[in-house]
T-cell receptor
Framework: QKEVEQDPGPLSVPEGAIVSLNCTYSNSAFQYFMWYRQYSRKGPELLMYTYSSGNKEDGRFTAQVDKSSKYISLFIRDSQPSDSATYLCAMSSNRDDKIIFGKGTRLHILP | DGGITQSPKYLFRKEGQNVTLSCEQNLNHDAMYWYRQDPGQGLRLIYYSQIVNDFQKGDIAEGYSVSREKKESFPLTVTSAQKNPTAFYLC?????????????FGQGTRLTVV
């Protein structure tokens, strides 16, 4: 089983819809969870950063962490064509120096 | 402005040549990382460094070398031993070397072997 699993997509949704992006993981030591957005031919930019379980909201974006299920989600409300990008989840633990990334989900918002 | 600068943006290499990719950060971060990104493969860790003069191999270190002589600089050399070097290379940094803070990325270097 891979440490972090993420559906590569592509995921196509109409403008204005709520988008749900997800990752599952196997390492119970992960405590720090991140979501990055990457436009084509650019470096990833950090969207959300959360510690342990719970929700975090920032504008149209909400990150959820369910450590009991080893499952994290990113919700995008009122999706816009400019949200079209690849979204990468990432996570790390106190015991390891490495940040582990999912393979990314390609998202297309259709105008 | 603070950030991470990678150069060059595009790089072409002839087979058998070594090339060095530059990564500089002015965020005063302790930890720096090099990732390789290929289509369908996600980000794969090449090397990482927690502090100056120290670095560790990541998952795909063969054919690569790094140095960390200064806190703000972490250059990556792609050697001729790397059999498939064409890829998008990303440098990142984070405040803490223990992995418990978020990483910030540069804009990447696209390396092509010609």
């Amino acid at each position: 089983q891979k440490e972090v699993e993420q559906d590569p997509g592509p995921l196509s949704v109409p403008e204005g819809a709520i988008v749900s992006l997800n990752c599952t993981y196997s390492n119970s030591a992960f405590q720090y969870f991140m979501w990055y957005r990457q436009y084509s031919r650019k470096g990833p930019e950090l969207l959300m950063y959360t510690y342990s379980s719970g929700n975090k909201e920032d504008g149209r974006f909400t990150a959820q962490v369910d450590k009991s299920s080893k499952y994290i989600s990113l919700f995008i409300r009122d999706s816009q064509p400019s949200d079209s990008a690849t979204y990468l989840c990432a996570m790390s633990s106190n015991r390891d120096d490495k940040i582990i990334f999912g393979k990314g989900t390609r998202l297309h918002i259709l105008p | 402005d603070g950030g991470i600068t990678q150069s060059p943006k595009y790089l072409f290499r002839k087979e058998g040549q070594n090339v060095t990719l530059s990564c500089e950060q002015n965020l005063n971060h302790d930890a720096m990382y090099w990732y390789r990104q290929d289509p369908g493969q996600g980000l794969r860790l090449i090397y990482y460094s927690q502090i100056v003069n120290d670095f560790q191999k990541g998952d795909i270190a063969e054919g690569y070398s790094v140095s960390r002589e200064k806190k703000e600089s972490f250059p990556l050399t792609v050697t001729s031993a790397q059999k498939n070097p064409t890829a998008f290379y990303l440098c990142a940094s984070s405040i803490s070397p223990t992995g418990n803070t978020e990483a910030f990325f540069g804009q990447g270097t696209r390396l092509t072997v010609v």
